[in-house]
């Protein structure tokens, strides 16, 4: 149990386009979303929370009119990246909280953004 | 800002061996840690967790301690299998804000 998924797997754009990334919770319903990003061996940094039903609250740093984040059931979390350019490609992971559960995050496999 | 950092970046032991993976952390308030595994490519997998008011919890082949004294928390792989190379984070939930602040990762191999 427990499975999050994401789609794509991995997208490629051309600058100045917008992608949708997907995040499902497949077994459980998910009150809580997180959106993440990890640069080339880096550590994962939390881009924003998402709360279903509300708007998402954005970390400091993090552009809330790029990065579009709608949460609008209790399975699904969209993130688009709007007007990407080369420098937002990265590899982006989602997770989520059962509403059961207040502290373990189930993540996603993760979403690798190319863009040209 | 507050972060979780780990002192060694990449650890290379024999097949076998055990392994330990150390991590300091800053916020006193965090209440729960996590370790996770990542492999290339894909999300982070959860390994075992802890929560502040416990020293230690095992797993299969597992352990974390922690010790909120120094803001110390490790992650002991016992007989370690080719399998278990990766990259290890660990995490700490900041109480109240129910968000988790990644550790920078350590990579594991694991030598034949």
């Known amino acids: 149990g427990a499975v999050v998924s994401q789609h794509p797997s991995w997208v490629i754009c051309k600058s100045g386009t917008s992608v949708k990334i997907e995040c499902r919770s497949l077994?459980?319903?998910?009150?809580?979303m997180f959106w993440y990003r990890q640069f080339p061996k880096q550590s994962l940094m939390l881009m924003a929370t998402s709360n279903e039903g509300s708007k998402a609250t954005y970390e400091q740093g993090v552009e809330k009119d790029k990065f579009l984040i709608n949460h609008a059931s209790l399975t699904l979390s969209t993130l688009t990246v709007t007007s990407a350019h080369p420098e937002d490609s990265s590899f982006y992971i989602c997770?989520?909280?059962?509403?059961?559960?207040?502290?373990?995050?189930?993540f996603g496999p993760g979403t690798r953004l190319t863009v040209t | 800002g507050e972060s979780v950092g780990l002192h060694l970046p990449t650890l290379s032991v024999q097949e076998g061996d055990n392994s330990i993976i150390n991590c300091a952390y800053s916020?006193?308030?965090?209440?729960?840690f996590i370790w996770y595994k990542q492999e290339s490519g894909k999300g982070p997998q959860f390994i075992i967790d802890i929560r502040s008011n416990m020293d230690k919890r095992q797993g299969q082949r597992v352990t974390v301690l922690l010790n909120k004294t120094v803001k110390h928390l490790s992650l002991q792989i016992a007989a370690t299998q080719p399998g278990d190379s990766a990259v290890y984070f660990c995490?700490?939930?900041?109480?109240?804000?129910?968000?988790?602040?990644f550790g920078q990762g350590t990579r594991l191999t694991i030598n034949p």
């Open positions: 995490a700490e939930n900041i109480q109240g804000a129910q968000k988790l602040v």
């Open positions: 916020n006193s308030a965090s209440d729960y």
């Open positions: 077994d459980f319903q998910a009150t809580t």
């Open positions: 997770s989520a909280l059962p509403a059961a559960n207040s502290y373990e995050q189930y």
